[in-house]
């Protein structure tokens, strides 16, 4: 099986045409049928619907995605590595969640660096599912989420909590039956803590899921949200945002993720991920309001 016909099978589902993945490729469409068809006949499955209104992936192409995904990656990860230069001892692939990088991300970074200066790093931005999949199939060594693992191989290390806490400019904002509430998406766990202590009120109307859009949305409509403190924290030292008394404080932990198998020579690590807890502990931290 080629990888131009899993990346060609990968660019007509993103595309959801064939002309467009042609010309994502750089290839002619007829290329492009010609791969998608030996892709098929040699998995005895069709793929993709190919109708006037575009491409979709069949029931098997679907399944087949997320394979055809990690191949690829698979392959881009081993060209990238053949290519590196002879002085680099050790290659490591970070997933990070995307909400993490600046808190967190940034510090696990330069301590690796610092702990194993000839290391070649390669970081990915993903959300929960999307990192636990690279670590099943060892796209990537280490990963930062707020999702800890349950597989086997890898090693769960709990760095720390972060701070959720109930903003609003207006200091005056009810706590609760706030129709300008916005509910910011932060784990099934704050789901259900959040469930339960606001039991009688409405339903949000307004909803995102990330806390920098609703910080943002924040400042320019008002209403109140629950927003990682650190995140909050110059706005609230410079009181143009108010924690609103009385409101509840969640907790969301940070994770940091190990494949064992990708790392087992690493005798570096364990002394790293040391170092690196307590500055992610740091950067997690607010910086305290000024009164």
């Known amino acids: 099986m080629k990888i131009s016909n899993l990346q060609t099978f990968l660019a007509v589902i993103q595309t959801g045409s064939l002309s467009r993945a042609a010309d994502r490729l750089n290839v002619t469409q007829s290329t492009v049928t010609a791969r998608l068809q030996a892709l098929e006949d040699a998995l005895g499955q069709r793929l993709v619907n190919r109708q006037k209104s575009g491409a979709t992936a069949t029931a098997a192409g679907l399944r087949l995605r997320r394979y055809a995904e990690a191949m690829s990656g698979l392959w881009d990860q081993a060209r990238q590595e053949v290519a590196l230069p002879a002085d680099i001892g050790v290659i490591c692939n970070l997933g990070c969640d995307s909400d993490l990088w600046t808190a967190a991300g940034v510090h696990l970074f330069d301590v690796l660096r610092a ?3 000839d290391i070649a790093i390669s970081v990915w931005e993903g959300n929960a599912a999307e990192t636990a999949g ?3 199939s060892g796209l990537v060594d280490i990963a930062l989420g707020y999702a800890p693992s349950a597989a086997l191989s890898q090693t769960t290390i709990r760095l720390a909590d972060e701070v959720l806490v109930l903003v609003s400019p207006d200091a005056d904002r009810p706590v609760t039956f706030d129709p300008e509430y916005v509910f910011v998406e932060a784990g099934a766990e704050f789901a259900r803590e959040h469930a339960a202590a606001y039991a009688n009120a409405d339903t949000a109307n307004i909803s995102f899921n990330r806390a920098e859009w609703a910080l ?6 008002g209403g109140s949200a ?3 403190q650190r995140l909050a924290a110059p706005l609230l030292a410079a009181r143009s945002l108010f924690i609103l008394p009385g409101a509840p404080v969640f907790h969301r932990p940070v994770y940091l993720l190990v ?3 990708t ?3 690493w005798t570096w690590l364990a002394a790293a991920l040391d170092d ?3 500055q992610i502990s740091d950067g997690l931290a607010a910086t305290p309001a000024k009164e």
Request: aromatic share 8%.
């Open 115 to 117: 702990h194993q200066p």
């Open 134 to 136: 690279w670590l099943d």
């Open 216 to 221: 943002s949305h924040l400042r320019s409509h």
């Open 226 to 228: 629950y927003i990682p």
């Open 259 to 261: 494949n064992n198998a």
């Open 263 to 265: 790392t087992s020579g």
């Open 276 to 278: 690196a807890g307590a």
